[in-house]
């Protein structure tokens, strides 16, 4: 009892001389700080804790701008690597750098393209030789002479979608050499499509506007799906063997198309309008 009675009456000694002692002689772990300078002190060690964290993200996005750039532009060593491991399959779409195009002069692109037009242009020639040779057939029937054009114009159209859309793709590398078979059954396909289509519109109003015989609007009607189907495959197919085989597809696969499309409708043209005319008992 006389041990507690000791012990309290020296706590009692000890707090009073704290609350009369002056601030200066208390130590600071002694001092009870009031809620708002406590809510104050909080407060800053939070701003300092965001302020660090900002400081720490922008070094982060400084590190990974660098890096990026990195990877984007690669160094020559490894373009000279990519160049190598290009060789066999082809160039790419462009030979010239896209950047440079607005200032290469005309003389340049000219005389770029001018060698396969002139080849292209000696082929259409045979668009000719086929009129030639059916001169007999247009001459009993004046009115497959009108459609020439028509199929002509037809067949560079749809061809000219096709491969527009197929160096697109090759261009951006949405597509590859492996692809090639779906891609060229796709655009057969739609070619084929497209044709029925227009064949169904145009060969009757040919003939119940136009006054154009019904065998002629046959010959119509059947020529349009095949000749899409013909520049759909071959618009799609082109690009893909001018890369196989080391060519520029930008600048082979629009004449080449035309070409080979004029040439083939033509020829299945008056084939089919040879196998109709007999079928309807003409002879030509």
């Known amino acids: 009892m006389t041990t507690q009675l000791k012990l309290c009456f020296c706590f009692l000694i000890l707090s009073t001389t704290l609350q009369l002692a002056p601030a200066s002689l208390v130590p600071p772990s002694r001092i009870i700080m009031s809620p708002q300078s406590s809510d104050a002190s909080a407060l800053r060690e939070l701003k300092e804790t965001i ?30 690597a990519a160049a190598a491991a290009h060789v066999g399959h082809g160039p790419p779409a462009n030979d010239e750098d896209p950047g440079t195009y607005l200032e290469s002069p005309f003389y340049r692109l000219a005389i770029k393209r001018v060698g396969w037009l002139a080849i292209f242009l000696c082929s259409l020639s045979l668009t000719a030789v086929i009129m030639n040779g059916f001169e007999h057939t247009l001459s009993k029937q004046i009115e497959l002479a009108y459609f020439v054009p028509l199929l002509a114009g037809h067949g560079g159209n749809t061809g000219g979608q096709a491969v527009g859309s197929v160096l697109s793709a090759l261009s951006t590398g949405s597509v590859t050499s492996k692809d090639a078979f779906k891609i060229i059954k796709k655009e057969a396909m739609s070619g084929l499509f497209v044709g029925l289509l227009l064949g169904s ?53 629009a004449p080449a198309m035309t070409t080979f499309v004029d040439v083939t409708g033509l020829l299945a043209y008056f084939t089919i309008a040879n196998k109709i005319f007999a079928w309807y008992g003409l002879e030509l």
């Not at 982060?60 to 160094?75: D, G, V």
């Not at 009607?221 to 063997?241: D, E, K, V």
Request: charged fraction near 10%.
């Open 201 to 253: 519109i145009v060969a009757p109003t040919a003939h119940f506007v136009g006054g154009i015989s019904r065998h002629v609007s046959c010959t119509i009607l059947c020529t349009l799906p095949l000749l899409s189907l013909i520049a759909g495959t071959l618009a799609s197919s082109i690009p893909f063997a001018a890369k196989a085989f080391g060519l520029d597809p930008t600048v082979i696969a």
């Open 51 to 80: 302020k660090n964290q900002a400081k720490e993200i922008n070094a982060l996005r400084a590190a990974l701008k660098s890096q990026n750039a990195e990877i984007i532009k690669p160094t020559p060593a490894a373009a000279a």
